[in-house]
């Protein structure tokens, strides 16, 4: 995911080699760059040998065209042992990065920091039988990394990948990942394992509203067939926008389980970083 609003402003007709790298920053390659609807689209950068990450982290990103570049928390979709680093973003109207970001190609240059970081990790929850995965818009960024690492269908039984959008448009990259999930050499024996559930709130599909409202009616749990969440079995990450987060995290307390965090592990965990 990203963050919702950009704070300065660089020159956009600078070139990559107009200001200097700082050392603690890697300038990689754009290798790849698909565009899924009018605001959001997907690119994926050359990966450094040294750079290390757990997946559901997020790193800081940005373009080489100011003196100061505007920097970004992006989650990092790809998973850790990916050759690549692919990164899922909206685009901002006029912001100061994504107006920019969002016109890359191959072959640019791209800025990130080189320090990974995060909440949403399976070192953060204790050890349960299902992993709900709550997602809003290009929240679900991070979740593309741990449906795709190994060690998280070996820790749960279940992973429920829950998306909301307001377009049936906006789901596809989601939709795209989790059919490739099936094929895939290295994850393709879990794929049985994971359930996907998209929801939106203005265009009409199968599964409409907001998955808080579902939950709490019972619905959700009728139409998947799986149990009521139970603080027993039951783990949860949320990552979307605030109001998500807010009502998300108040569901899942009224569950009975507990936030968590690296230091800290329980039933739970939110991610922050992506709201002022």
């Not at 373009?63 to 920097?71: D, G, H, I, R, S």
Request: proline share 7%; net charge neutral; glycine share 6%.
């Amino acid at each position: 995911m990203t963050t919702p609003v950009d704070n300065a402003a660089p020159n956009a007709t600078a070139t990559p080699s107009s200001f200097p790298i700082p050392a603690n920053v890697f300038a990689l390659t754009v290798q790849d760059v698909k565009h899924y609807t009018d605001r959001l689209f997907r690119f994926r950068l050359n990966r450094p040998d040294s750079f290390r990450f757990r997946s559901g982290e997020f790193v800081m990103i940005g373009l080489p065209n100011a003196e100061k570049p505007v920097f970004r928390a992006y989650s990092i979709a790809s998973p850790f042992w990916s050759e690549q680093l692919e990164f899922f973003s909206i685009k901002v109207p006029n912001g100061p990065l994504t107006e920019h970001l969002q016109k890359i190609k191959v072959g640019d240059t791209v800025l990130m920091r080189k320090k990974a970081t995060g909440t949403l990790v399976l070192d953060a929850l204790l050890p349960g039988k299902r992993l709900y995965l709550f997602s809003t818009g290009t929240g679900v960024a991070p979740f593309a990394s741990l449906v795709r690492d190994p060690e998280t269908y070996e820790k749960f039984e279940e992973v429920i990948l829950i998306q909301t959008t307001r377009l049936v448009a906006e789901l596809d990259y989601a939709r795209e990942l989790v059919a490739e999930l099936k094929n895939d050499p290295l994850i393709g024996e879990f794929s049985d394992q994971l359930k996907f559930y998209p929801m939106t709130t203005r265009e009409q599909s199968e599964h409409m509203g907001r998955i808080t409202d579902t939950m709490r009616s019972g619905e959700f749990f009728k139409r998947t067939g799986l149990k009521k969440l139970d603080p027993e079995t039951d783990r949860a990450m949320i990552c979307g926008s605030m109001a998500m987060l807010k009502d998300c995290a108040a569901m899942c307390r009224d569950f009975g389980l507990v936030e968590g965090a690296n230091n800290a592990p329980a039933t739970y965990v939110v991610e922050r970083a992506f709201v002022d």
